[in-house]
């Protein structure tokens, strides 16, 4: 099986939008991992994310605002060999990007952060009652740096996955 790189912005965001859930990694003062997994909203290179106002997250982002986040496409089994265990691999796409959380508080940019994270959901219009709006934390991630692989690509085809930014 191989894995491939994947280059093409256009392609990474359509990986982006094909997840239901994005898993947000941060570390505490004492290094300590903490992963969650979230609804999200993206757009022009922002991902939107929201949570209670207090919480653990919000703590260690408050002090560390450093942010990992990764989504997955849903895996499917392959394999090159149907005998050999080893041989059995998920195929998918993923893509990591890097930023730092920045906790949104002007109330019209928090409506529109949810609305772009609801397009994510659906191709309903929503309206937001004054306290949700107040109540909720909108977290804004401008990415940093992104990277994205294609793997469980089985070897048979790899000729023609060879230069993974041709689509």
């Known amino acids: 099986m191989r894995t491939y790189p994947l280059e093409k912005e256009e392609h990474i965001e359509k990986v982006i ?3 239901r859930l994005c898993y947000v990694g941060m570390a505490d003062e004492n290094g300590q991992s903490y992963v969650l997994p979230m609804n999200f909203g993206y757009e022009e290179g922002m991902i ?3 949570s209670a106002q207090e919480g653990r997250s919000i703590s260690i982002l408050e002090k560390n605002p450093q942010v990992c986040i990764t ?10 060999d149907e005998e050999v265990a080893c041989s059995y691999r998920m195929r998918a796409e993923s893509v990591i990007c890097y930023g730092k959380v920045v906790f949104e508080e002007d109330y019209d940019e928090k409506v529109k952060a949810l609305n772009t994270i ?8 929503f309206s937001y009652s004054a306290p949700a709006v107040r109540n909720v ?3 804004k991630v401008a990415l940093d740096e992104v990277s ?3 793997f469980g690509v089985p ?6 996955y060879k230069d ?4």
């Open 164 to 167: 993974r930014t041709q689509f």
């Open 148 to 150: 994205a692989k294609e």
């Open 48 to 50: 939107y994310l929201h």
């Open 137 to 139: 934390k909108i977290w």
């Open 155 to 160: 070897s048979k085809n790899a000729a023609r």
């Open 17 to 19: 939008r094909a997840c």
């Open 118 to 125: 609801m397009r994510q959901y659906s191709d309903r219009e």
């Open 71 to 80: 989504f997955c496409t849903d895996p499917g089994l392959v394999w090159q």
